[in-house]
């Protein structure tokens, strides 16, 4: 079992930025692919970015290419995510989600998701 937990979350304004961490415990992460996923009120959960057990490649979501940057130290067992020039549009909650296989942008594949953190962008 892995156990996630997100934090970073919180209020900020049009323009911001923030950084999320993920925390991962039980069985160790470093050979997992790693993605954070956001869910806005009355939408569905939607893919963000993701990145390969060992960093090399990362995929990332049209809509935050360019601001968003993912990144993991599996030393620490932890993923990060680096949002700038952030939008209302990105106000949601944000998940953190382990898979035991190649880098996907398939909510669907990954095994293990943590409880999220709130995102809120004021305009």
Known sequence: QVQLVESGGGLVQDGGS???SC???????SRYTMGWFRQAPGKEREFVAAISW???RTNYADSVQGRFTISRDNAKNTVFLRMNSLQPEDT??????AAHRAITDE???YDY???GTQVTVSS
């Open 92 to 97: 949601a909650v944000y998940y953190c989600a």
């Open 107 to 109: 909510s669907d594949l």
């Open 54 to 56: 060992s960093g090399g």
């Open 18 to 20: 923030l950084r999320l």
């Open 23 to 29: 925390a991962a415990s039980g069985r160790t992460c």
């Open 113 to 115: 998701w943590g409880q």
